[in-house]
């Protein structure tokens, strides 16, 4: 899914575009909305997340199965039975103050 509030990914073509042309490199960053838990993904204690400690700031637990599907990669979460990291829920009022 792409943020237009941030340009299309032609804006961000022709940005790179322009940068490389004047010989500056272009550097993306991207931050995971996932939080770290010593556990299994499917029996996670969110009353031990520091500052989200409840489900509620998450997405429905759902293990990502198909990386070709931008939904099921933004909105499930990675990790397997030893460590998870559940999607943090951005969607939220909370998230956009």
């Not at 490199?25 to 909305?33: K, Q, S, W």
């Not at 838990?37 to 029996?43: E, F, K, L, V």
Request: aromatic share 10%; with cysteine.
């Amino acid at each position: 899914m792409w943020n237009l509030i941030h340009g299309s990914p032609d804006d961000l073509r022709a940005l790179s575009t322009g940068i490389h042309d004047r010989g500056i490199y272009l550097m993306v960053d991207a931050v995971a909305n996932r939080m770290g838990y010593a556990g299994p993904s499917h029996h996670v204690d969110y009353s031990r997340v520091v500052q989200f400690n409840s489900n509620s700031y998450f997405h429905s637990y759902c293990p990502i199965t198909n990386y070709d599907d931008q939904a099921n990669v933004e909105n499930c979460c990675l990790g397997d039975d030893t460590l998870s990291l559940p999607d943090v829920d951005t969607s939220r009022g909370i998230f956009n103050s």
